[in-house]
């Protein structure tokens, strides 16, 4: 009995080296150790042994047992430590490698220059008006000058929404009415910036979408004089102190009179090239006195107050900026352009 104890030790032992994952040493424990184990069997056997031999037997059977424990756990321990080594072999980090750059962002040029405008007048005193960009025909048009059926309807060609009489707003105007009924009688001073929408043929120099920055200022005393020195003054910061600007004769349904501002080709300095058509002036801007029909729609009297506006483009002044030759890049999303900026 002895001499089995012996070969059931050995032959455990033997079988446990060739063991080389969790699931085999479990197979192992089973077999060697679990309840039809040979070792097991033995423990059982020992009530048909004599007086005699049972002690010398039972405390040899125990060693084995307890040897064979401590094998499967010795076993086991190296077995975590093997795969421990193996994934930080697999899976080394090499702290020394110089990092991957993250892809930094940036604002679209319209943006840029959208926040180059308002930061501008802001510091001249006039605060963001933000209002919706889905309007009705009265906001969009008629509170504006626009009647029913007027000629200046034709050059805003408009999106329309299955509902009567709402629209998509073809310029930022109607904000403006929104601006004055909130704040009448008080003085104001608001710039507009926001998406606009016509339904245009869409070329190198329209498309269905746009931004637009509008301008009111609005108080008593206001005249063509602060008109033009606001304007004049933004021209300098925007595009340099020693830009020159002039204003021309021009019309506006809700400005009367009404003016167009050139400012000197920054380009050829005056001379005459390409990109001021060899004029010598870039238009960037439209304006006027507010019309009283619209301050009257607005709410304030137009016996006591007068007002300026004035309307730009940002895609036309991004364009001239960088010498953009197609307004359609800006809403095509195609990174190689956007990343220039
Ligand atoms: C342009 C010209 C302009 C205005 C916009 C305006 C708004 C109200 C009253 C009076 Cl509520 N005027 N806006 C006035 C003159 C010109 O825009 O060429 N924009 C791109």
Redesign the pocket.
Known sequence: MLEELKKIEQQALAALKGIEDEAALESWRVAHLGRSSPLMEAFKSLGKLSKEERPAVGQRANQVKLALEAALEERAEALKQAALSASLASERLDVTLPGRALPRGGLHPVTQTLRRITAIFAQMGFQVYRSRDVETDEYNFQL?NFPPHHPARDMQDTFHTTVPDVLLRTHT?PG??HAMREYAPEPIRVILPGMCYRYEQINTRSEIQFT?V?G?AVGKNITFGDLKGTLADFARRFFGPQVRSRFRASY?P??EP?AEMDIECFVCGGEGCSVCKGTGWLEI????M??PT?LRNGGYDPEIYTGF?????PERLTMLWYRIEDIRYFWQNDLRFLEQF
């Open positions: 504006l105007s403006q009415i637009q509008e009111l506006f809700f400005t009404s801007l439209g304006s006027g507010v019309h619209v506006a004035f309307g730009m483009g």
